[in-house]
């Protein structure tokens, strides 16, 4: 059928089109079904239908596959029906709980990454992967397939240090020190970043603060030549593409698979070219793993797919209880984490994990004796050193280098939250925490956060303050602290938990 293409400007994530209902029929397809596009090109696109939006005789292309198809608006191109992508039936067969081939996840990834499946059967793949789980070669094949269909980075000189953490704990800045620490003792980190996704600020949120986070993989691999290290937002470099796609099925689902959790990490870790890495699995009952049991079983899963990709893999089980440091959100944690390199001060929570983890690094880099890396940062950071090269890293960037912990702007909209009583604070439900710094406007606002002044363990008498509040907006800052107080983060001991009442 011969129908004259209109470009549509938004995005979809997938090549796709919309005609109407009319031409749908004459052609035999449906909403979710697959057409080629011709014109000088050819795509292959998934089909919306519609009564009105357009009439018949036209076909809306999105912005995708405009682009792919470089069309013209009003170009007359050939529309026809088109076979569904091989993936499906292997989405199918993961669904009847049976175990795929190499082959076919490379195929499910492939299709992933070029936008041939419709958001129904990638989230067919996800949830079967979450209920029914993979096996260690499902989980090998995926990592590689995911580093296949995307950019890679190769350094010529070994080895190359990274290190993660699986989330789920506010406040976990340990990566703007980490980085320049191991970069200080003269080994290369090239580390890629998250944003946040259901916290109030991920490691590239944090970062661009600082510094632009947006760059390809060569200029990642030119960074970190020339300085050391980096500090990047993974979601630009195209690399593992295809898991900013799964991540946003997970995330309305509340989800985050196991198999696909391993292979998600690995796979990035692998493509910018890291061979040592380690693995900070923060494990409480208000984190992502509740029990000392799962968490080892977890560190086990990546080591194991460590060994498979040659990649030397250790884990560093954490407390996962309470958040790391005081400060939560934006700029705050920003300034938590200068004020660290600075002076090496702040709280104990931040700089005895910060100093672990780069500690294990560092002697897993071999720059560091057995049991002497943790005393290796801490003089890499005394000595100025680990700021100096923090300030390498941002200047190559494309920031200041000459900022200071107490330039960083935050929030100008405060407020702090008493305590009702004395007593020792019993609980911090991090949980809580984070949906009242979103509420506050984390992690957008850069501005936005909270700062904790009792922990778990301190006693506070009446009239304390518990936690201050920074907004960038005064709306932000009246919601966040109605949030605050209609569901409590901090338990104080005493304090009414809820009333209940007969009606």
């Not at 994530?13 to 697959?34: F, K, S, V």
């Not at 405009?66 to 067969?93: G, N």
């Not at 600082?210 to 960074?223: D, G, I, N, Q, T």
Request: net charge negative; charged share 25%; with cysteine.
């Amino acid at each position: 059928m011969k129908l004259k293409a209109q470009p549509y400007d938004i995005e979809v994530g997938r090549y796709e089109i919309i005609i109407n209902a009319l031409d749908a029929d004459e052609l035999g397809i449906h909403a979710g079904d697959r057409v080629q596009i011709k014109n000088r090109d050819t795509i292959t696109a998934v089909v919306e239908t519609t009564d009105a939006i357009i009439p018949p005789g036209k076909v809306g292309v999105y912005r995708e596959a405009w682009e792919a198809l470089k069309a013209i608006p009003d170009e007359v191109v050939d529309v026809l029906a088109a076979e569904r992508p091989r993936s499906i039936q292997s989405i199918k067969k993961k669904m009847d709980k049976e175990k795929l081939t190499s082959e076919e996840m490379h195929d499910i990834i492939a299709d992933i990454v070029d936008g041939n499946l419709t958001e129904v059967e990638l989230t067919a793949f996800v949830t079967a992967s979450y209920i029914y789980g993979m096996d260690a070669d499902e989980i090998e094949w995926m990592t590689r397939a995911m580093v296949k269909t995307g950019d890679q980075v190769s350094f010529d000189v070994h080895p190359v240090m990274d290190h993660h953490s699986i989330g789920g704990v506010p406040g976990n800045k340990i990566s703007l020190c980490v980085v320049p620490i191991v970069a200080a003792a003269g080994l290369l980190i090239p580390k890629t970043s998250s944003r946040a996704i259901t916290g109030a600020g991920g490691s590239a949120d944090l970062m661009e603060i600082l510094a632009p986070v947006s760059f390809s993989a060569e200029e990642v691999k030119k960074m970190t030549t020339k300085v050391g290290g980096c500090l990047v937002w993974g979601g630009a470099t195209n690399i593992a593409p295809a898991d900013d796609k799964i991540i946003g099925v997970e995330y309305p689902l509340s989800i985050d698979p196991k198999s696909q959790l391993i292979a998600s990490v690995m796979a990035k870790k692998f493509a910018v070219g890291a061979d040592t890495m380690v693995l900070d699995i923060p494990m409480g009952n208000q984190s992502k793993i509740a029990t000392i049991q799962d968490a080892r079983k977890l560190a086990r899963d990546f080591i194991e797919l460590g060994d498979r990709l040659k990649m030397r893999v250790e884990c560093a089980i954490t407390y996962g209880g309470s958040p790391i440091g005081r400060a939560i959100g934006g700029g705050l944690e920003v300034q938590e984490a200068l004020v660290m390199l600075e002076k090496y001060e702040g709280p104990t929570s931040f700089l005895e994990k910060t100093v672990s983890i780069a500690g294990m690094l560092l002697e897993m880099g071999g720059v560091a004796a057995k049991n002497e890396g943790s005393k290796m940062a801490i003089d890499l950071v005394k000595s100025g050193k680990a700021l100096k090269k923090f300030k390498e890293i941002i200047e190559v960037q494309g920031g200041d280098p000459n900022i200071t912990s107490e330039q960083v702007p935050v929030g100008d909209k405060v407020a702090t939250v008493l305590s009702p009583q004395d007593g020792y604070v019993l609980e911090i439900y991090n949980k809580r925490l984070v949906a009242v710094c979103r509420t506050a406007g984390a992690p957008h606002d850069k501005g936005a956060g909270l700062l904790i002044h009792h922990k778990k363990g301190e006693y506070v008498k009446k009239g304390d303050g518990l936690f201050t509040l920074y907004a960038d907006k005064e709306w932000k800052l009246d919601a966040a602290i109605k949030e605050s107080l209609r569901d409590p983060i901090m338990f104080v001991e005493g304090m009414v938990l809820e009333k209940v009442q007969v009606v």
